[in-house]
Every structure is written in C-alpha cells, then in structure tokens.
C-alpha cells in the first residue's frame, strides 16, 4: 500500500484515493470532467479513478468504458432541460455491478458505495446498473427529472 495514508480506509476494508475526492470536486465546482469512472484497485485495497471524460465527452464514450463483467462506480455530470425549459445539472452516482461480475465483486462494490459516496458530497441522484439497459441515457434522464423540484 501507499505509505503515509492516502487512502481512506473504510467499513469493507478499501480506501478511497485522494484523486477520486479532489477530480470529484474539480467536477462539482468547475464542470472539469463530464465524468469519472472509478474502480477498486486491483490489490482490493483503494478505490480509484480510472478513466475521465472531458467536458465536451458524450454520454456514449461514458457507457463504453463499462466492463462486462466487473464493477465500477461512475460520476456523471448530466445536463437536461426540466420540463418547464430550464436547463440543470446533476451529478449522478452510479454503481455499475452487472449480473456477470463475479460474486466478490459486486459484494465489494456494493460493501464500498456508501462509504465512497460519504466522500463525494453534493450527488444529485444514484443509478444502480445491473445491466446497459439500467443505465441508458432515457433512465438517468427520468432519474433526474424526478428529483427536480
């Protein structure tokens, strides 16, 4: 592991990295990333970001870089319109643990979800994808409407 501590250690046992608080808030406050996909390291010790997309990223290039067959948590920053016009953003937490992973896995990335978002204040709303269809871009979207006051 890292010394002097910079993951978090959590309930389940992983920490989170600092780059997945500090690229959290870039995002939150400066709309620097489109997105962040994030996944427990290899060694199961820290959760860590993996990929980022640039402001001008679509939502496509986010759901293409979810694995098959492992878990992943995912920040996304989604732009819509309210029904009344006006234009909103949110940021969306999704936890991706599809029917395929391995059982250890998604025990993990459901064990860390909490503790992780306890990290990353100011989330909007939260997706769970057990498969593509749960995380389509009409379900988010429906997501985001219903928790706009």
């Known amino acids: 592991g890292v010394k002097g501590g910079s993951a978090r250690k959590m309930a389940s046992g992983v920490g989170v990295s600092d780059d997945c608080v500090t690229k959290f808030n ?81 025990m993990l990335y459901t064990s860390s979800k909490a503790d992780l978002k306890k990290m990353l204040v100011g989330i909007g709303a939260e997706i769970q994808g057990t498969d593509r269809s749960e995380v389509a871009y009409e379900e988010i979207l429906d997501k985001c409407k219903q928790n706009t006051r």
């Open 26 to 106: 870039e995002m939150k406050l400066g709309h620097t990333y489109k997105y962040l996909v994030m996944k427990i390291s290899d060694n199961n010790e820290e959760i860590e970001v993996e990929h980022e997309g640039g402001a001008d990223a679509k939502y496509e290039d986010f759901t293409a870089l979810l694995p098959d067959d492992d878990g992943r948590y995912a920040i996304y920053d989604f732009e819509f319109e309210t029904d009344d016009g006006g234009k909103r953003n949110k940021l969306v937490f999704v936890l991706w643990a599809p029917d395929s992973a391995k059982i250890k896995s998604k």
